[in-house]
């Protein structure tokens, strides 16, 4: 039997469904609505450019690059609330707060 891969993106649909958020895809990434919350969500698979604006931000890689992305989102002084989930190949995941 062959191994299934599964996207980032289709991952952190996933993740915020399995946590009670509404999931839509728009032009732009995925927003995740729930009561108040409406979350801006980013796939980050490589060194792309991160937004400098916004409100609430959660931004979707891999387990192996979270940490290093929190970084370079707190050296950034942005001005939004975020958090990053490292997804793992376990299909777990871990969440990276400033």
Do not use: K
């Amino acid at each position: 039997m062959g191994v299934v891969t599964t996207s980032l993106g289709e991952r952190a649909q996933s993740i915020f469904d399995d946590i009670g958020y509404s999931v839509s895809r728009t032009e732009s990434g995925i927003r995740a609505e729930h009561e108040w919350r409406n979350v801006h969500v980013t796939v980050v698979e490589d060194q792309e450019t991160l937004p400098e604006t916004g409100e609430l931000r959660c931004f979707v890689t891999w387990a192996a690059d979270a940490s290093d992305l929190g970084r370079r989102l707190g050296g950034m002084d942005v001005e939004y609330d975020w958090a990053v989930i490292g997804v793992r190949e376990d299909g777990g995941y871990d969440v990276v707060h400033p």
